[in-house]
């Protein structure tokens, strides 16, 4: 039976099950989606023996796997579904750049999931490389769409003085980056709920931002970045440039569907920058990721799925 609490006596549970899970040796580093039902797929591994595979693999589970002290305090979080002997986590736990993190479970179907995966380890060390190459500290920063809040703690541990604010549309999101702030020991990362950046004012020395970039059929908001993939990375690049602080940087990490050899993204950033004055990098990071979406309707007018990096700087 699920024991009741109060929100505040649920999240309390949820740190301390993060804090426990470190303190215990937890790792994980989180895989793509198609690595993630391969891996599951393997005879042995229908069901979970460790910590690992109830919060990293999100297998079921069962009494007795599990130490009783997590268990309880899985129930007091609400995350813990039993039906019989068959219980499951409703929530996973990465680790990056020494920390840990909380987001959504695998599969990640829900229209309101947070995901967690190799792109935010790749935007976050984007993030990390252009503060090391700064010089100039970061005063104001912001993460946009920032889903587990990764970006934003990542740059809030590398900016201890700063204002460092972390926005999404998603509550689930939104709870989850707060969760992670007191995870990371990073008070001073400010989550807010913003339609890009409409809900927040002023000039940033860096935005850092890893947008949905999927073109998904099912509209799920953490994963579809419009008709063709790119029009949401082109909607948050054109806002993002407007309130870039003098000195300050757009680090944007995207996913571009390339057709016969064209990238309408870059082709779109390229026009929209023209005259500005400002001073940009455009790079393929991997030409070739996420193959498996190629055998959908979706993407067959793709030839490949690329990785890229938008760096603009107001000089």
């Known amino acids: 039976m699920t024991i009741a609490a109060t929100p505040l006596e649920t999240d309390t549970a949820l740190v301390d099950l993060g804090d426990a899970l470190r303190a215990g040796g937890y790792r994980f580093t989180t895989t793509t989606p198609a690595t993630h039902e391969r891996v599951n797929r393997r005879p042995g591994n229908a069901r979970a023996r460790s910590t690992r595979d109830v919060f990293g693999w999100s297998r079921p589970f069962g009494p007795g796997v599990l130490p009783e002290r997590i268990v309880e305090l899985m129930d007091i979080a609400g995350v813990l579904d039993r039906d019989g002997d068959v219980w499951r986590s409703r929530v996973r736990f990465s680790c990056y750049d020494g920390e840990i993190f909380v987001h959504s479970a695998f599969p990640t179907t829900a229209p309101d999931a947070v995901f967690f995966g190799p792109d935010t380890y790749r935007m976050a060390d984007a993030a990390i490389a252009e503060i090391g190459s700064r010089d100039r500290p970061v005063r104001r920063a912001v993460d946009i769409g920032c889903g587990t809040g990764a970006g934003a703690i990542a740059v809030a541990k590398r900016a201890p003085g700063g204002e ?26 400010r989550v807010s709920d913003s339609d890009l950046l409409d809900a927040v004012d002023g000039d940033f020395d860096l935005i850092v931002t890893n947008p949905p970039f999927m073109i998904d059929p099912a509209g799920r908001a953490y994963r579809n970045g419009g008709p063709h993939g790119h029009e949401l990375s082109l909607a948050i690049a054109c806002a993002a440039v407007d309130r870039l602080a003098v000195g300050g940087t757009l680090v944007l990490f995207s996913g571009i569907a390339i057709v016969e050899g064209r990238d309408l993204f870059h082709d779109a950033t390229a026009e929209r920058l023209a005259g500005t004055g400002l001073s940009w990098t455009y790079r393929e990071v991997d030409p070739d990721v996420y193959g498996e979406e190629l055998d959908g309707p979706a993407y067959a007018h793709a030839e490949r799925i690329a990785l890229v990096l938008l760096t603009v700087t107001r000089v």
């Open 164 to 189: 460092i604010l972390a926005v999404d549309i998603n509550p689930v999101a939104l709870h989850f980056a707060r969760l992670n702030a007191l995870l990371a020991g990073t008070p001073h990362v």
